[in-house]
């Protein structure tokens, strides 16, 4: 485990080789129940607690397929723009391990129930790669072991492994692309790309949260180099269970110039399962298949048949929701951002609260400016994600309007923000409790602005001399002497006017 | 006590109905046949005295109630130990499940506890219902009652054996390649493969998924059709199961004819292996038939010839999946577990040391007709040829209203005769086959004895998908027919034990 992997550089990998890429996500949907039976589906519930006989492979069970599965598979495949089968069957793949009650996966084989799609996605400079869909089928999920006393936490070394069967059918959908080519040196950025871009697809869809750090969404990444030029596809790698965008961009750049490493120094790739390791970045091989795994598939002789009517699945067509690529075409031309503002936007995932905040009444640009700024800033200090801050896009919007009718300035509406995140109530009320209103009453101004002007009397002078940049100093004293209160812009204009200096 | 245990079913409910009986004295009395005979026999491999006069106590309390009772009520009936028992075992007849006792009721059972029917128990069977003689069951054979040096058929040999020895007049059996009808055929008794999907296979342990068929076994025609009623029906928990009203078993047994019906004989269904006694019946049964006013139509089946060859393909095929989940992780017997072994090694251990040399037999066919690269050539070519059974049935179907063919080609033979030679062992479902292949209905009732060994042979009749109700419309004529001639049902002539 220690020794340490040869990599070409980068820039060398790609100036001899192309590499070819093959990405199988599995998604786990957000049905109520599992795939086959009437059990929670649930996450964190205490271990073997949401089974049954037919989840935990008892002697005589059988398997129901949940109708709400096979739709959210014809969503996704639609969405994928592939052909929905009219006539498909699920597969027996046949394979012991401990974590899979039936000793098989009950999966899709050469009868997937959509097929030949593909998914445009978005690099980071705008620009759109086709990633071609080969197929997305539905299976269920395996239980979960965990390895004990080993120093790996893998099987190998254990002193026992304790299994949960709790994720055991838990409906999955498996997307494989055809081999991405011709991305080149953006192969690991179209990698980071499709997975996101399939993640927002599947939230848009409804289908499933798709949460990686949950598992809830994990990819492998199938690589290959050939020489520059060749047609004929190299040896690939499977890196398994990369579970994060940036891990499989990672991965996948490894991997590049792992194989140009040992291509270039003469050896040949094996076909391997290689686990990705977050903390270096780097990949070790797993298990060396001595030989073809045969999984005997075979159809499943407990289920009947799905042969989604054409009628149902131009219903299914009909009401899907606009997808995530044309709606952040369409919002960033109606909000006038750049596409480097919107990845940033989408990066930080405001996407839908900023939505969310103009749906409320605030308007465009007041809306990205506090859930980019004030709010970004506070989620990133307290390690939230901007969805988990206490404030609604509601409040936001609330805030929003405060603003735009002169009763609060930008520095108190950030005050009114902090403190609807402490808990102090809506906006409405964190501004009566702080006492936090604009000071509007010109006769105060006026008194506080010549108290100012009466104690610098140098910068008063400066002023009237022409200096105009230098009544910021002075525009400070008053709003300190209005505990921030003033209008700003208001203070300035009454300073300029009494120093009888025109502003230009 | 000896009245009651010789009652037929329709009679003991009729009598409980009237308080001519009660429910905990035929359970009782049943109970002490079970303790005078299977010693000899071995039809059960568990018996749930407390449970079954518990059941019975609940029957007659009903009636005291005034509560209706259904047609079944309080009828004792022995349970092929195939169908999960909540907390009770269940072992079908494997060493691998000893000591497991499921958390759930199969729908089969749910349905006959719903019934008021009494389970006495848990009857033997070959292992995992693989076998036609019971000598595959890891728990020792089981003997039959017309001569218990004999074979009582299988795999539900336990069944069989009970009804024919008066220790249950109804059980339950499952037929996979004939699991149900050879053994009824070769203990005088009664037995019915329903229609596929017409009775759910939830909570019966798996042996072939696409072939496996619960149904009801008993000592007449009318007793079959009353269980047959009880099972069947629509299960949701079975995706396999016919979403249909179950055709009208009950009314067709209770007016049994065959005037004016198209018989088949299909030509495929005699000749090298079978017994001259048992085609002797044969051929007088279809007389008989003649003579009560059915058309005798000859047909020509050609693909039948294949059904034991692609039939040993495919069921192996499955099982070796469906048998997969029996690791020693979850349930049942474990072996090796003391510290020196992985995970891996203690699931090979314990299926080396659980399953039976025929279960091991089958896996393995299964396991390389379904590898890659023999795929197409073994289990491809073998469901292609279940189309060609199907076109064959569909075809004959609309030249006639029923087939018939004696059941099995020999009368029961001795125990060990046939336990190490598998393949003399498999002809003994020649006839039955091709029904499981082709998902239809078929029955099989006794038709005398063959002259040569004095032993029952019985006579198959086949109906299409869905036409259950005719097995028993034919079934109850040519029984009543038989009778009359005999003067007795044919179980009087079996010796008594």
């Known amino acids: 485990m220690t020794t340490t992997t040869d990599l070409e550089s980068y820039e060398d990998a790609l100036a001899a080789y192309d590499p070819v890429m093959g990405l199988e996500v599995h998604v786990e949907l957000g049905t109520h129940t599992k795939m086959f039976c009437g059990c929670s589906t649930t996450l964190g519930a205490d271990p073997n607690t949401q089974t049954c006989p037919v989840c935990l492979g008892l002697p005589g069970a059988l398997p129901v397929v949940n109708a709400t599965g096979v739709e959210s598979a014809i969503k996704i495949g639609l969405a994928l723009n592939c052909e929905i089968a009219e006539w498909c069957r699920f597969a027996r793949k046949n394979y012991f391990y401990p974590d899979m009650p039936k000793n098989f996966q009950t999966s899709q084989y050469d009868e997937p129930i959509a097929f030949n799609g593909y998914l445009d996605v978005q690099l980071e400079d705008g620009e759109t790669f086709r990633v071609e869909i080969e197929r997305a089928h539905m299976e269920e999920d395996t239980g979960k072991s965990t390895h004990v006393g080993g120093a790996t936490g893998r099987i190998h ?92 961009e990672r991965a996948a750049r490894f991997e590049i110039q792992r194989h140009a490493a040992v291509l270039n120094g003469g050896g040949t790739i094996i076909q391997e399962t290689r686990h990705f390791h977050e903390d270096t970045g780097s990949t070790t091989s797993g298990r060396v298949k001595e030989e073809a795994e045969d999984y005997r598939y075979f159809p499943e002789p407990d289920l009947v048949p799905v042969a989604p009517s054409r009628e149902w699945v131009e219903e299914l067509r009909a009401g899907l929701p606009e997808l995530p690529l044309v709606r952040r075409n369409r919002l960033r031309e109606e909000w006038g951002v750049s596409g480097t503002d919107m990845q940033a936007i989408l990066n930080a995932g405001a996407l839908d609260l900023i939505v969310a905040t103009i749906d409320a009444g605030a308007d465009a640009a007041s809306a990205r400016k506090w859930w980019m700024g004030e709010l970004a800033r506070s989620a ?16 936001v919007a609330r805030v929003t309007a405060l603003v735009a009718s002169g009763d609060l300035n930008d520095k108190l509406a950030r005050q009114v923000i902090e403190g609807v995140l402490a808990g102090e109530g809506t906006p409405d009320e964190v501004v009566d409790k702080r006492g936090l209103k604009v000071v509007s009453d010109e006769g105060a101004l006026t008194a506080a602005v010549d108290e100012a002007i009466a104690g610098n009397p140098g910068v008063a002078d400066k002023i009237r001399g022409g200096k105009v940049a230098a009544a910021g100093a002075l525009v400070g004293a008053v709003m300190k002497a209005t505990r921030g209160q003033a209008d700003a812009a208001r203070v300035k204009e009454l300073i300029l006017q009494k120093l009888g200096v025109g502003e230009g | 006590m000896t009245d009651i245990i010789k009652l037929t079913a329709a009679e003991t409910a009729a009598k409980i109905a009237s308080g001519e009986l009660t429910a905990v004295a035929v359970t009782e009395a049943h109970l002490a046949r079970i303790e005078a005979v299977d010693e000899k026999v071995h039809a059960f ?84 219902a693989m076998g036609s003689s019971t000598e595959n069951s890891a728990y020792g054979p089981t003997g039959n009652p017309w001569d218990l040096t004999r074979i009582p058929g299988g795999s539900g040999g336990g069944s069989s054996a009970a009804l024919a020895s008066y220790q249950a007049p109804l059980a339950i059996g499952t037929d996979t390649g004939g699991s149900i009808r050879q053994p009824a055929a070769v203990t005088g008794t009664v037995g019915v493969k329903p229609t596929y999907g017409a009775v759910s296979r939830y909570g019966m342990v798996a042996f072939s998924s696409s072939l496996d068929q619960g149904g009801p076994c008993a000592r007449t025609v009318l007793d079959a059709a009353l269980l047959h009623e009880v099972i069947a029906g629509h299960d949701p928990m079975d995706s396999t199961s016919i979403d249909a009203p179950v055709p009208p078993v009950v009314e067709a047994a209770r007016n049994g004819s065959v005037a004016g019906m198209r018989v088949g004989v299909v030509k495929q269904f005699r000749g090298e292996g079978y017994q001259a006694g048992v085609i002797q019946r044969f051929d007088e049964s279809v007389e008989l038939l003649r003579e009560l006013g059915a058309e005798i139509v000859e047909l020509d089946c050609p693909s039948f010839d294949l059904a034991l060859s692609a039939y040993y393909l495919i069921a192996p095929s499955e099982c070796s999946s469906n048998l997969a989940r029996f690791d020693g992780l979850r349930y049942g017997m474990r072996t090796g577990d003391d510290g020196g072994h992985s995970a891996e090694e203690v699931t090979s251990l314990t299926r080396e040391a659980g399953f039976g040399d025929e279960v091991k037999r089958r896996i393995m066919l299964g396991t390389y007709a379904l590898s890659s690269g023999y795929y197409d050539a073994y289990y491809g070519s073998a469901q292609k040829v279940r189309t060609l059974i199907k076109q064959d049935f569909d075809t004959a179907f609309e030249q006639v209203d029923v087939i018939v063919s004696p059941t099995t080609p020999t009368t029961a033979f001795p125990i060990g005769e046939r336990a190490d030679d598998p393949m003399a062992m498999y002809l003994a479902d020649l006839c039955t086959i091709p029904t499981n292949l082709a998902g239809n209905a078929a029955m099989s009732l006794p038709c005398g004895l063959a002259p040569e060994d004095n032993l029952p042979v019985g006579l198959q009749i086949i109906a299409p998908v869905m036409k259950d109700d005719r097995l028993y419309k034919v079934g109850a004529a040519v029984e009543a027919a038989f009778v009359e001639k005999w003067g007795h049902p044919l179980l009087e002539e079996a010796p008594s034990l």
């Not at chain 1, 990133?380 to 409040?395: C, H, P, V, Y």
């Open chain 1, 380 to 395: 990133n200090e307290s390690g939230k994600a901007l969805d988990e801050l206490a404030i609604t896009a509601e409040q």
């Open chain 1, 157 to 248: 070394g254990a002193s026992h492994s304790l299994l949960d069967y709790n994720r055991a059918g838990i409906p999955l959908i498996e997307i494989v692309t055809k081999p991405i080519v011709g991305a080149g040196e953006r192969a690991p950025e179209v990698a980071r790309a499709y997975v996101r871009e399939l993640r927002e697809l599947i939230r848009a869809l409804g289908v499933s949260e798709a949460r990686m750090e949950m598992g809830q969404m994990r990819c492998d990444v199938n690589l290959s180099l050939m020489p520059k030029g060749a047609d004929k596809f190299g040896t690939r790698s499977e890196t398994k269970n990369v579970n994060s965008l940036r891990s499989v």
């Open chain 2, 45 to 128: 491999l568990h018996v749930d005295r407390e449970g079954a006069l518990a059941q019975a106590r609940a029957v007659d309390e009903k009636r005291e109630r005034g509560e209706k009772l259904g047609p079944l009520a309080g009828v004792p009936l022995a349970l092929k130990d195939i169908f999960t028992t909540e907390g009770i075992p269940t072992t079908v007849g494997s060493k691998i499940l000893e000591g497991w006792i499921p958390p759930y009721d199969a729908t089969l059972t749910q349905r006959l506890k719903a019934a008021d029917v009494v389970i006495l128990g848990k009857t033997n069977m070959d292992e995992f």
